[in-house]
């Protein structure tokens, strides 16, 4: 046995030491063994270097006595639980994991951007590292009870509803259990409404024309006339026009699919207004890419026109829009839907309040036709006697 392999004896019974080559630097270490019989078997293990594992005489002794009364597993077992553990790991899909393939199955969505702050705020601190059967009814109650003591109902919900899509798209790729539970989602009121008055609807008129950003008046007044959403038109760009039919084709709609619209002459006003430059989109944002928001000019434009605090500049415009149809009493529920490019006719009836009340204003026109015929026949009777 050469010298740098002799065995060495501690004072600590089956305990030795061998002299190495030291790992990272110059000169020799440590390398602690114990020996030890165990079902009649007499087991040598390597335990660690003095310098790099930072094994000592008295931790080798302490784990000789472990590994006697079974409370320590050899570097041999730890190395195959790790490489088992390992392949666990891999095989699990958490709520994480799940997540990162929902991405990859979804580039680019449209409320990508939405959804990520949503789980990194909300759902990864309390589910990253779960799987899905291992999510409890109470987790999800608690993270919907906190919410709401900060957040929106509406905000909630998002979040809620982002958790449920991530694991039903797990479950449907046979990844992972659905839950075992349903996800209570709290009750949102988003049927608002919002409308102007002939008075305030001059006032904004004029704060567009007056105001210094070119591009949010233009959209301002391009959502009035038409009723597109914001994220519609800043997405919204010059080959989408139909000039000659005069159509908007609005790709990627919130209803999921592209859809079309007429383009009314206010609208066609608008976007002849409107100088071209070498962007693609119709509204351009710095450099000519995709803008991301105009709310700054919208707000300044609407505290100009001395609007409602609540009223929403851009989105109380697309109100203010299905308003003006509903109420003229003549446009009908299914055209305003798909002027809207609602889904479905539940968002639409909103608006139906406003159309009855022209259809009452029509009925008294009737009775007030026929009460005046009634009256003059009562004054022919009087004046017969």
Known sequence: ????????????????????????????????????????????????????????????????????????????????????????????????????EYQSAHPGYRSYASDVGRYRSYLQPLFGDKEPSGILLLDVDRLRINLLKKKSPQTVKHALGLLKRIIHFGYRRNLCQGLSFPITMPRVNNLVTEDLTPEQLTRLLRAIDEDENLIAGAMMKFILFSGMRKSECFRLQWPDVDLDR??????????????????????????ESIPHTESLYIFPGRNGNQRATVQKAANRIKAKAGLPKDFRPLHGLRHTFASMLASSGQVDMYTLQKLLTHKSPIMTQRYAHLRDETLKRGSNVANDIISSAIGKLAQEAIGEK
């Open 1 to 100: 046995m050469s010298k740098a392999m002799k065995r060495i004896k501690t004072k600590y019974p089956g305990v030795f030491y061998r002299e190495v080559q030291r790992i990272g630097g110059a000169g020799i270490e440590r390398m602690f063994y114990i020996l030890f019989k165990k079902e009649g078997r007499l087991f040598e293990e390597k335990i660690g270097r003095q310098f790099s594992d930072g094994m000592t005489e008295a931790k080798a002794a302490r784990v000789r006595s472990m590994r006697i009364e079974g409370k320590r597993h050899s570097r041999k077992e730890m190395r195959a639980e790790a490489k088992v553990k390992k392949s666990l790991e891999e095989s699990r899909w958490t709520v994480d994991r799940l997540w990162s």
């Open 246 to 271: 005069n159509f908007i084709n609005i790709r990627e709609s919130k209803g999921g699919v592209s859809q079309k619209i007429p383009l009314n002459s206010g609208a066609r006003l608008v976007l």
